[in-house]
Every structure is written in structure tokens, then in C-alpha cells.
């Protein structure tokens, strides 16, 4: 049965055009990060067709593979929280704007498959599109002939980007919650702007390791320079939340009035 339901959220999102769109917002952001580094390598030229060329070189950003991925890094880490939060918001509040929901709670089927189901269609679209404009990304530096590339760092400057989007799913729940509770999509996404102006505000305290929506920009140098690698804490952090986004949008699902 699981299998059944989880099939039938892949033919829903085939035939969606919300999946070309995520993709494209996603994928205009290398190519602005290549032109932001070319406007930096090349501030004459810039300056001659009306770029802000000065101003880009006094931000203090070179035009080297360390910069370029330090820069993709906070692309994937705003984009995990923001993008993501939209595909999860599109994925469970659609039921409702689409007058679905009570077709869907209808079934045979226990609720609880529906939002696992849900999550592993966002976590496979999610990772799809973001290994997408990766690839994107890295052609646009190799093109560009960035210096400072290597093995070593290519790699290390990978992991890091993949790791960004990856912990910005572990909050995907809580946003899944907040879809079923308002039975819509305006909520989830304008709770998760404020859950980021928040993040930001937390990681200037010593509670950003502790606080869920600052541990990515605690990560990715948002907030403060970057860092290597998170604390125990903030993993634990994170897993609980997950755990817990999952547990209330099973709750909502089977207790709460679904009545629309």
C-alpha cells in the first residue's frame, strides 16, 4: 500500500510544473555567482558596460575557486531553507488549495504513509535539483578557468555545499506541519521567513548552535565566518526537530479536523 501511495506522489510531481520552476530559480544562481566573479576579475570591463565593478572589488571577494564555492555554499544554504521550504509547503498544502485533502484522507490508507511519502518526494526532488545545478556550477568555474582549483578542494568544497542543503531538510517538517495545520501554502513559506530572519538574529548569540533555523547560517558564514564542522549539539538539535516535524503532521493528520 505504502508503495501504491508513494508511486502516486511521483505521478503527481511528474506532472507538475512547480518541479521545472524550483529548478529554474535554482539554476540562475551559478550563472549570477560566475558574473559577480567576472565582474571582480575584470572591473574595467565591467565598469565600461555599466557594472559596479569598483564597488565589487572593494567587497573584498576574489575570483578563485575558494571564493566560488564559499559563494555556492551560501546559495545552496539560503536556497535549502527558502526553495525547500517551498517544494514541502507545494507538496502538502496543495492537497488543500487543490481541494484534494479529503479525497486523499479518504483512502484506506494510513495517514502516516502520506507524510512519509510526501517527505521522500520532496528529499528526492530536492536532491535531484540541487545535484543538477551543481553540476551547473562547477562546468560554469571550470569554463571561467577560476584559479586555486584542485582535487582536494573540489571535493572538500563539495561535501561542504551538499552538506547545507542537506541539514536545510531536516527542518523540511516542521514546514509540512505548518501546511497541514493552516491547510494551505501562504503559512509554511511565510513561517519560514521568519524562522530565517530569526536564524539570522540567533546567530549572533551564543545561542546559535541551539537554535535550528541558525545552525545553517552558523554553517555557511552568514552570520559569522564559516565553519568546518558542527558541534554534537546542534545534530541532536536537529534530529529532534525532524523527529518532532514528523510526529505533528502525523498527529494533525489523523486526530485534527480535516473538514474542508
Not at 2 to 23: C, N
Not at 117 to 132: N, T
Request: aromatic letters at 12%; glycine letters at 8%.
Amino acid at each position: 500500500m505504502f508503495g501504491q501511495v508513494l508511486a502516486t506522489e511521483f505521478v503527481k510531481l511528474h506532472r507538475s510544473k512547480a518541479t521545472w520552476a524550483t529548478l529554474a530559480v535554482l539554476a540562475m544562481m551559478p550563472p549570477s555567482v560566475a558574473l559577480f566573479m567576472w565582474i571582480v576579475r575584470e572591473p574595467g570591463r565591467a565598469a565600461e558596460l555599466g557594472l559596479l565593478g569598483t564597488k565589487a572589488s572593494l567587497a573584498g571577494i576574489e575570483a578563485t575557486w575558494p571564493a566560488y564555492l564559499y559563494m555556492l555554499t551560501l546559495i545552496f544554504g539560503v536556497g535549502g531553507m527558502l526553495l525547500l521550504a517551498f517544494i514541502v509547503a507545494y507538496l502538502f498544502g496543495r492537497e488543500y488549495s487543490d481541494a484534494t485533502a479529503k479525497n486523499m484522507l479518504a483512502l484506506p490508507v494510513g495517514r502516516h504513509w502520506f507524510v512519509v511519502a510526501k517527505l521522500l518526494v520532496a528529499a528526492a526532488w530536492w536532491m535531484a535539483i540541487v545535484a543538477v545545478v551543481l553540476v551547473e556550477a562547477l562546468a560554469i568555474g571550470l569554463a571561467m578557468g577560476l584559479p586555486g582549483f584542485s582535487a582536494e578542494l573540489a571535493a572538500t568544497g563539495i561535501a561542504h555545499v551538499l552538506l547545507a542543503p542537506a541539514i536545510s531538510f531536516l527542518l523540511a517538517p516542521v514546514v509540512a506541519w505548518i501546511a497541514v495545520l493552516s491547510r494551505g501554502e501562504v503559512a509554511p513559506i511565510a513561517f519560514s521567513l521568519v524562522m530565517l530572519a530569526l536564524g539570522n538574529l540567533f546567530g549572533k548569540t551564543g545561542w546559535a548552535e541551539w537554535f535550528p533555523y541558525s545552525i545553517v547560517p552558523l554553517l555557511i558564514g552568514m552570520v559569522a565566518d564559516p565553519i568546518d564542522s558542527l558541534p554534537a549539539g546542534s545534530y541532536a538539535v536537529l534530529a529532534a526537530t525532524f523527529v518532532a516535524g514528523v510526529a505533528a503532521t502525523i498527529l494533525q493528520l489523523r486526530f485534527a479536523d480535516n473538514a474542508q
